[in-house]
């Protein structure tokens, strides 16, 4: 369907109301903020997607379960809103259940949902996107949340705006691996210097490369390339040895994290998922096309990761041990270098 009105989408919802609305956006050939944006009036309220204003009151909310997700992966953490950090940049949501960066400029279409469920109950959500109608972060209320703050945030954060399209601009491609290897010895002696994690990106930006493209060119005893299982097979070691980790899952607007052990993993096609109380985690294992081991130095020790990228060159996923415990830290690290790894010749 080219360019379908609201009206068109509507009833397209309603015909396919079973559908994920992502599906169905991407079946429609639109995004799925415009397929939201057409129940604006209805279910949908456009409300203002500026940080500052809007976090603050979903911690009123209590307990609620954050989204965020990429093509790949899903992370779901049960949580409150607590200890906001706001900046223009960047800015967090610290607390051991929910932990956040996000990052304001990607924050541009946000709205307050009411989806009418099967058994009559509704589902209240914030759903934020960013300008190519791509969803950023959402936020769902559960049972345990303080519904009584919903229409009293809702009205406060409600835009002027409330017509039933938005527009959409093109999506940013995503950026293959860059490499040079001209500058091998600059990035491996760029590598020595680290002493925090949070440095790497920033060099290998100043050396006009990327994060997939260093690996592919640093080699040992940087990086380590494993095979696609490896996401699967650390995963279901980590739960039998009731080791806590770290998992990253992002997208350009917001960077969602869990600390602390997995336990139940199940595959559902080809989805690897864990489904633990207050975490879970959907992951399309067939869409993995490279995993790589990565060693940075940092004060506390080195950060072992092991990451995961698709196809196209984008980040799905990036596992960590838990640093800020130096035993399971350590035990992390043992069983990465356990991973068996594939042969690499340094890209050029």
């Known amino acids: ?101 996000m990052f304001p400029k990607h924050w541009v279409h946000a709205f307050a949902v009411t989806k009418r469920l099967d058994d009559g109950s509704e589902r209240l959500s914030i759903q934020i996107f960013d300008a190519a109608g791509d969803a950023v972060h959402k936020i769902f209320l559960r049972d345990s949340s303080v519904i009584e703050e919903w229409d009293a945030m809702v009205e406060t954060l409600k835009s002027p705006d ?40 920033q060099m290998v930006r100043n050396l006009k490369l990327n994060r997939l493209g260093a690996y592919r060119m640093a080699g040992a005893p940087y990086v380590r390339p494993l095979a696609i299982s490896a996401v699967d097979t650390i995963l279901h070691r980590a739960a039998e040895m009731g080791l806590p980790i770290m998992v990253f899952v992002g997208n350009q607007g917001c960077i969602e994290i869990h600390t602390g052990p997995v336990n139940e993993i199940k595959q559902m096609g080809p989805w690897l998922n864990v489904l633990d109380p207050g975490f879970n985690l959907h992951l399309r294992s067939d869409h993995i096309a490279e995993v790589w081991q990565a060693t940075k130095a ?11 990228f698709d196809a196209h060159g ?29 042969p690499q010749e340094v890209s050029a």
């Open 1 to 101: 369907m080219a360019n379908p009105t609201p009206s068109e989408i509507r009833a397209a919802q309603q015909d396919n109301h079973k559908m994920r609305p992502r599906d169905l956006a991407d079946m429609l050939g639109i995004s799925e903020a415009q397929l939201i944006a057409a129940n604006v009036g209805a279910d949908v309220v456009r409300i203002t997607a500026v940080m500052d204003d809007l976090i603050p009151l979903v911690n009123r909310l209590g307990e609620v379960m954050a989204l965020t997700r990429n093509e790949s992966c899903v992370i779901e953490k049960v949580g409150i809103y607590d200890d906001y950090r706001g900046g223009p940049h960047a800015a967090l949501v610290v607390n051991h259940e929910i932990d956040l960066r």
């Open 162 to 201: 409330q017509s039933d399209t938005v527009a959409v601009e093109p999506r940013a491609p995503i950026e293959s691996a860059k490499t040079d290897p001209a500058k091998l010895d600059k990035l491996r002696a760029g590598w020595d210097e680290i002493t925090d994690t949070h440095q790497f990106l």
């Open 298 to 308: 940092t004060r506390r020790g080195d950060a072992i990761s092991v990451e995961a």
């Open 314 to 342: 984008a980040l799905i996923l990036q596992i960590f041990g838990v640093l800020a415990e130096p035993e399971a830290a350590a035990k992390w690290n043992e069983l990465v270098r356990s991973l068996d790894g594939l």
